[in-house]
């Protein structure tokens, strides 16, 4: 059967221009980079060459680069790191109710070791007010983390606006940009943040790698502890295959960042049009202008998104209720009840989100297959009135 991937918040397939550059290192250049002999050089070499990749691809120097396995790790260190090393000047962060659970994890935890954190408010549409920023900043505030877009509504924050408020404070701001590197410009003296995350496999390259950029003279300390890689910022072996992937992951992305743009948008507006447009009872969750170019997230009333996914995976369709990491999840979204949407509703949430891959005959099939699924839903839902 046909399948369509609409699922690419989640992860993307790997490019294979990414592929051909990682084999190498999966196969014949098998060298430790900490080792001093020609294969261990050879791998450093590849090493540090992604390192000049992915600081060309955010506007940074490549010693500013630390990678990481990922999102997850590289959100951890930015926090918990920033805010261990910096103790001394404050114990105080600031961050959003609708942060991915990698940054909100290690708020709590830093919670549980004695900071203060602040859980900024989002409006209807999930837009953090920068001013809610300026009033939350304390004397003690060492560190403001704002994503840049949201995994599950795709809702893009003013996180210049906010970085102007936390440079007039002096006070180091951290974005997790992982859901935007390769769809919007994420140069980092264009958006004005000391720290920001990226994910590889968000961008069609592997997973399990990623990078925290840091910018000079910013105090953050390790969080994995052991032989001192990373200029001792981050112990362990680096996974060279995967920072190479990562490295021509980036370069691609720079280069095609505004036609994969030009290309999801309109089939994001055609999805959002023709499902608003023919199914009743069904509203658009987060911003309709300041979202990502490949985002659509709607809720449909009386139903369950667990239900729409599997009959959309029966039609070849593989798309998600709110976010990857919460699908095992029966909590509602915490995304969207900070929205204020009602936990019955949330729980009718399905997000779509494409990639270049996708096309117009891909979209038209899915409006053709959705609106049967839920009327046929809505029909078997005791909450439905149209019966
Ligand atoms: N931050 C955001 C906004 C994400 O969407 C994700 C992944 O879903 C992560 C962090 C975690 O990234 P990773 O899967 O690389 O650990």
């Known amino acids: 059967m046909r399948r369509i991937y609409m699922d690419h918040a989640a992860t993307t397939p790997i490019h294979p221009e990414v592929t051909e550059a990682m084999l190498p290192y999966l196969g014949e250049r098998f060298g430790?980079?900490?080792?001093?002999?020609?294969?261990?050089?050879?791998?450093?070499?590849?090493?540090?060459?992604?390192?000049?990749q992915v600081a060309e691809a955010l506007g940074a120097d490549p010693t500013e680069i630390y990678f990481t396995s990922g999102g997850t790790e590289a959100d951890n260190l930015a926090l918990i790191g920033t805010a261990r090393a910096n103790r001394k000047r404050g114990d105080h962060i600031i961050t959003t109710a609708v942060e991915h659970h990698a940054v909100l994890e290690p708020c709590h935890y830093l919670e549980k070791e004695g900071f203060r954190v602040t859980y900024l408010p989002v409006?209807?549409?999930?837009?953090?007010?920068?001013?809610?920023?300026?009033?939350?900043?304390?004397?003690?505030?060492?560190l403001v983390s704002v994503m840049h877009a949201n995994n599950e509504i795709g809702t893009v924050q003013p996180i210049e606006e906010i970085s102007s408020i936390c440079r007039e404070a002096g006070v180091y701001l951290h974005t997790d940009a992982v859901q935007t590197a390769g769809a919007l410009d994420v140069e980092v003296n264009r958006l004005g943040v000391d720290l920001l995350s990226v994910s590889a496999h968000k961008l069609y390259g592997p997973k399990g790698t990623g990078c925290l950029y840091v910018r000079k003279r910013t105090k953050v300390q390790g969080i994995l502890l052991g032989g001192g890689q990373e200029r001792r910022m981050r112990s362990g072996t680096e996974n060279v295959a995967g920072i190479v992937g990562f490295g021509a992951a980036m370069e691609l992305a720079a280069r095609e960042c505004r036609e994969r743009s030009d290309h999801v948008r309109p089939l994001r507006d055609r999805l959002i049009e023709g499902i608003l447009e023919n199914i009743p009872h069904t509203e658009l969750n987060g911003h309709r202008q300041r979202r990502l170019p490949n985002n659509v997230n709607v809720r449909f009333s009386y139903i369950e998104g667990e239900a729409i996914c599997l009959r959309l995976d029966f039609q070849g369709i593989a798309a998600s209720t709110g976010s990857a990491c919460s699908s095992e999840n029966l909590e509602a979204s915490h995304v969207l009840l900070a929205l204020?949407?009602?936990?019955?509703?949330?729980?009718?949430?399905?997000?779509?989100?494409?990639?270049?891959?996708?096309?117009?005959?891909?979209?038209?099939?899915?409006?053709?297959?959705?609106?049967?699924?839920?009327?046929?839903?809505?029909?078997?839902?005791?909450l439905y009135p149209g019966h």
């Open 32 to 52: 430790n980079p900490s080792s001093v002999y020609t294969e261990g050089r050879e791998a450093r070499k590849a090493v540090e060459a992604a390192r000049s």
């Open 123 to 142: 409006d209807g549409a999930g837009l953090v007010d920068p001013e809610g920023v300026r009033v939350a900043l304390t004397p003690s505030t060492v």
């Open 340 to 382: 204020g949407v009602a936990p019955e509703e949330a729980h009718g949430s399905l997000r779509l989100t494409l990639g270049r891959d996708n096309t117009t005959e891909d979209v038209d099939y899915v409006l053709e297959k959705l609106p049967p699924i839920i009327e046929g839903l809505r029909a078997m839902s005791p």
